[in-house]
């Protein structure tokens, strides 16, 4: 069902993909960047570790895109690598850059239809057709996309390259906090920081060291061993009954 006011194109009608290909060991393509994609991370748009031509040694050809290109892996469609560069550069042939008619498609809009769902589920079937997961032009240009006006693609494209801007911020917090309790494990872990007991006063006193068989017992298999072997253990606990004083719904 097509929403009020909403129309629904297929994608070659509203869509340009770059043809013809440019040779990487010539200028300006040599000190251009190089895109392949191995570069963009999976369901994100993000770009990971790009390199120009010339430090990649590269010597097949490339397509070339601009500052408005999607760049989309059009191998192994199910890991759905999609990307807007926004800068100048060229692309591995395994990608496919994509222009959308301006008059038609705002980019930003197009970036984020081609990471949702409809647009992977369909292009996913498409490319299990062949031997190796690909999904080739023709049948790129035959998936269909829905259009509202270009003020309120605008205006969705907004709002969700806010929340991707949300998402990375959390994410660098995340793996930032990662590293600081690495640094912080490896204080504690080593009595390279002591901690104060409850009475305010800090542990003090030498660690000792100990070969783990002197203090339990290790088992190289599981063959003919039988539950006697491994002691009472630790009583099971459903994992229900842990959580069932904190706020987290397990429901």
């Known amino acids: 069902m097509v929403p009020e006011g909403w129309k629904k194109k297929t994608f070659g009608c509203v869509t340009r993909i770059a043809n013809g290909q440019v040779d990487p060991n010539e200028e300006p393509y040599l000190s251009m960047p190089h895109i392949g994609p191995e570069n963009v991370v999976p369901n994100s748009g993000q770009l990971i570790k790009v390199k120009n031509c010339k430090e990649l040694g590269l ?3 490339k397509y070339e895109f601009d500052e408005n290109a999607i760049v989309y892996s059009k191998i192994r469609p199910n890991l ?20 959308g008619l301006p008059e038609q498609l705002n980019s930003d809009y197009l970036l984020h239809y081609m990471l949702g769902p409809s647009f ?4 996913v079937a498409m490319s299990m057709r062949t031997g190796m997961p690909k999904i080739n032009r023709n049948d790129l240009n035959a998936i269909k996309i829905l259009l509202p006006s270009l003020t ?12 991707d801007k949300a998402i990375t911020t959390t994410e660098r917090l995340l793996a930032n906090s990662q590293q600081q309790k690495k640094a912080l494990m490896q204080q504690l872990l080593t009595g390279k920081k002591r901690l104060l007991d409850e009475n305010g006063v800090r542990f003090s006193g030498k660690w000792k060291k100990y070969k783990l068989n002197n203090i339990g017992e290790t088992f190289s298999g599981l063959s003919g061993k039988s539950k006697s072997d491994f002691g009472k253990g630790t ?3 459903p994992y229900k009954n842990i959580f069932k004083n904190s706020r987290i719904d397990l429901e």
Request: a positive charge.
């Open 235 to 237: 009583p099971y606990i």
């Open 80 to 99: 759905n690598k999609v990307c807007k560069p926004s800068f100048k550069g060229v692309c591995s042939a395994d990608m496919y850059p994509i222009w």
């Open 152 to 163: 309120e693609q605008k205006k969705i494209a907004q709002i969700l390259s806010t929340w």
């Open 59 to 61: 010597i097949s050809g």
């Open 120 to 123: 992977y589920k369909v292009a």
